[in-house]
Structure formats: C-alpha cells, structure tokens
C-alpha cells in the first residue's frame, strides 16, 4: 500500500534550522503534487508549502523567504529545509501526496521550536 513517511523533526531552538523529509512508497511520485502541512494543538491543519508535478512552488505568507520546499523525483522523496525557526512553527508536519482526487498522508512529525 501507499506510505508516506517523513522525518527530520525535533527540538529547535528559535534561529536554528531543521530539515524535514518524506520517502514515499509503492506509488508513481512523479506524478504526484506533494505538499507540507503543519497543525499546532487547537488550530486546523495548514497548508505549509506546496510542489507541482513540474516544480512550481508555492508557500504560506507566514514561512515565505524562510522555508523552501523540493523533491526528488529518483529517490521519491520531497523535502522541506525550514531556516529562521520561530516559536510559532512549533507544530506537527505532515507530508501530503496528491493527483487528482488521489490524496495521501504520512503519519506527521514533531517539530518544537523553543529555547
């Protein structure tokens, strides 16, 4: 079956920098719009940054200039290098792989920015 698993998650102090990965399995990647979300405790999930089949990005307002978003089509992989950490990216991320009405979902990761 189809599994998305990210990675890179942790403990950050504000300033610092994670990178986050997501290795997906048994699905044809190239074909796929994959994109970032995060939800903080209480608050919807929210589309953090997004990649096209062919590359075009797209960020929030909010992580815009800090975050930048990629894939790896060989190694059916996308990443997202986050810089600048603040308090309030502290949140689960998690890794979505679309086409069409085809959606999938990786289990999330933590990410805690704090001193």
């Known amino acids: 079956q189809v599994q998305l698993v990210e990675s890179g998650g942790g403990l950050v102090q504000p300033g610092g920098s994670l990178r986050l990965s997501c290795a997906a399995f048994n699905i044809a990647f190239h074909s796929y719009d994959m994109g970032w979300y995060r939800q903080a405790p209480g608050k919807q999930r929210e589309l953090v940054a997004g990649i096209t089949v062919g590359g075009t990005t797209t960020y929030a307002d909010s992580v815009n200039a800090r975050f930048t978003i990629s894939r790896d089509n060989a190694k059916k992989a996308a990443f997202l290098q986050m810089n600048n950490l603040k308090p309030e990216d502290t949140a689960v991320y998690y890794c979505?792989?679309?086409?069409?009405?085809?959606?999938?979902w990786g289990q999330g990761t933590q990410v805690t920015v704090s001193l």
């Open positions: 979505n792989a679309k086409w069409g009405l085809r959606g999938f």
